[in-house]
């Protein structure tokens, strides 16, 4: 099977697993174990924050992230299609009393003048007070878009001296750097708190990191055993994430131009179907309407795993467990299913 539902398929590799065997370990709920705290460092580091946390999943960093900012009965902004909304299952609400108010835009980006419409920092007696907005980058259900850097600067000076923090969910942020070579600290830079995934394209079995000032993460840290996710030996988990970080970054590369090829090899054959041009990095989007389920039942019997993301919308993402010649097949798959 080629497996092209997500990014998170990917297995450890054979050197990966020798990292994780030979981690230094010790209590990291004791805030002891070397490997974990050693994660934790660099990601700040390399994101230009004071301090890290690293957690189960990119929906647990969020979590805590959002958290920390919106408190019960205030709201958070965000793209109507941001998996904050859309696949963290309600947590937000169900668990922090985080309200959410979103704008639309069909490429998931920022969009300033629906922002400034949205946000109301000091909102009175009567309506819900702005206390955060949240963005992607890249982001996922609009089909692997970066957001531009002046867009973010803008809405960090459009908040300026209201309060209003700003959440980065950076699930795919390597994804942005690789892709524009604009470094994930610039983006970072924009942001009070960033979330970052260790096991999408960067292909660590498990693991986020969330950053932030340091008394944020300290407190964060406390709510993540509050909420069941302290955990003991998480070095052998930590030890994947730093094989990941210095050796699956720049093949990124990689992933996105299978994404390209794909794209063009299946518009080659269903023309309409997706614009190559709008492929940004590792995710796909094909806009097949009624053909969706079919298309997914189909190509699951010539061997290829893709999945519905919404309605008529197929995504595929490309990985590290999949190379050219298999990205290729699979779109020549996908193309033979849907023109026929
Ligand atoms: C995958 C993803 C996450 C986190 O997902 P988990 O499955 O909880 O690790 C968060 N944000 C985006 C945009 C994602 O794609």
Redesign the pocket.
């Known amino acids: 099977m080629i497996d092209l539902r997500?990014d998170?398929v990917t297995r450890p590799s054979p050197p990966m697993l020798a990292a994780m065997a030979a981690a230094d370990t010790g209590d990291d709920v004791y805030g002891e174990d070397p490997t974990a705290n050693a994660l934790e460092q660099r990601v700040a580091a390399m994101l230009g924050h004071e301090a890290g946390l690293f957690t189960?999943?990119?929906?647990?960093?969020?979590i805590l992230g959002v958290r920390a900012w919106v408190a019960p009965g205030k709201e958070l902004l965000c793209e109507a299609q941001?998996?904050?909304v859309r696949?963290?299952l309600g947590a937000h609400a169900a668990l922090n009393g985080v309200t959410t108010r979103t704008w639309f835009h069909p490429r998931g980006k920022v969009d300033l003048a629906a922002v400034r419409a949205l946000v109301a920092p000091d909102a009175g007696p009567y309506l819900v007070s702005t206390a955060a907005i949240a963005v992607?980058n890249?982001?996922?259900?609009a089909g692997g878009t970066v957001q531009a850097l002046d867009e973010l600067t803008s809405l960090r000076q459009a908040v300026h001296g209201t309060g209003v923090r700003l959440h980065l969910?950076?699930?795919?942020l390597w994804n942005a750097q690789v892709a524009t070579g604009v470094p994930a600290a610039e983006y970072a830079s924009v942001f009070d708190s960033v979330?970052v995934?260790l096991?999408?394209g960067l292909g660590a079995p498990v693991g986020?990191v969330l950053v932030g000032p340091a008394d944020m993460i300290a407190e964060a840290r406390q709510w993540r055993k509050r909420l069941g996710g302290g955990w003991r030996q998480a070095g052998v988990l930590a030890a994947a994430g730093l094989y990941a970080l210095d050796h699956h970054v720049d093949r990124l590369a990689e992933d996105h131009a299978h994404a390209r090829m794909v794209a063009e090899v299946v518009n080659d054959a269903a023309p309409g179907v997706v614009d190559p041009a709008s492929v940004e990095t590792n995710i796909v989007l094909l806009n097949v309407g009624d053909r969706a389920e079919r298309l997914v039942a189909e190509a699951r019997e010539a061997g290829v795993l893709v999945g519905v993301v919404g309605p008529g919308i197929v995504r595929l993402i490309t990985h590290l467990d999949v190379g050219a010649g298999e990205s290729r097949k699979a779109a020549e798959v996908l193309g033979a299913v849907l023109s026929r």
């Open positions: 997500s998170t189960t999943t990119g929906s647990l960093a969020n941001a998996h904050i696949a963290e992607e890249t982001h996922n259900f969910d950076g699930a795919r979330s995934c096991s999408k986020s």
